[in-house]
């Protein structure tokens, strides 16, 4: 079936260094896109970057992503986290079809320590 | 603007009563979502509505419903709610074209005693 497997739980990194939040999917669908959404906190789920083309960087907010199909991966990578990036993130596609629905991961908060 | 708005942002409901949340957007988007969310799992469809049209997922199809009266509402009505339906609750909409962009709004936690 299809799923999304996100690095578990929670990620703590120190303001200023690097972080990189991993994202494995599974689908027998031809995928159309894959998101990041990040959740602030008492705030609603929002895009945070979006990708369609294989093998290509996507960038946006100083975050980036490569959505990569040989190994059906997309990983979230930030070279300087910031104390505003601590969220919750999730990794996501939508089915093909009518639907659209969205298949999620269990989702990976990051927290960004001083 | 691309603001979804959900109401209530909190719910506390007895078990056996009603439940009803209400999602709105102004983006006149054609489909709307309701997810829930629990802790632990990831977000997962109940159903969404195409236009006027109603679709519930497989494994919800008995334990909810909703409506959509006019483009912009759509609700989620729980006949009799149980300690199951303790959740996170999430709106979200589509337009057509919006390259599968769903957006999202805040969510209704609901807590069931």
């Known amino acids: 079936g299809d799923s999304v497997t996100q690095t578990e739980g929670l990620v703590t990194v120190t303001e200023g260094l690097p972080v990189k939040l991993n994202c494995t999917y599974q689908?027998?669908?031809?995928?159309?896109?894959f998101f990041w959404y990040v959740q602030y906190l008492n705030e609603a789920p929002q895009v945070l970057l979006r990708?369609?083309?294989?093998?290509k960087r996507t960038e946006h907010q100083g975050f980036h992503a490569t959505l990569h199909k040989s190994s059906s991966s997309f990983h979230l990578q930030k070279s300087s986290a910031q104390l505003s990036d601590s969220a919750l993130y999730y990794c996501?596609?939508?089915?093909?079809?009518?639907?659209?629905?969205?298949?999620f991961g269990l989702g990976t908060t990051l927290q960004v320590q001083p | 603007d691309t603001t979804v708005k959900q109401n209530p942002r909190y719910k506390l409901a007895r078990v056996g009563k009603p439940v009803n949340l209400i999602c709105s957007q102004t983006?006149?988007?054609?489909?709307m979502y309701w997810y829930q969310k629990k802790p632990n799992q990831a977000p997962k469809l109940l159903l969404f509505?195409?236009?006027?049209?109603?679709?519930r997922e497989a494994d919800t199809f008995e334990k909810f419903q909703s409506s959509r009266p006019n483009n912009s509402f759509c609700s989620l009505y729980i006949g009799s709610a149980g300690l199951e339906y303790s959740a996170m609750y999430l709106c979200?909409?589509?337009?057509?074209?919006?390259?599968?962009?769903?957006?999202f709004g805040p969510g209704t936690r609901l807590l069931v005693l």
């Open positions: 996501a596609f939508p089915v093909t079809g009518n639907t659209r629905k969205l298949i």
């Open positions: 990708s369609s083309t294989d093998n």
């Open positions: 979200a909409s589509r337009g057509l074209g919006g390259r599968d962009t769903q957006y």
């Open positions: 983006m006149n988007h054609d489909t």
């Open positions: 509505y195409y236009d006027k049209i109603l679709n």
């Open positions: 689908t027998t669908y031809l995928t159309i896109a």
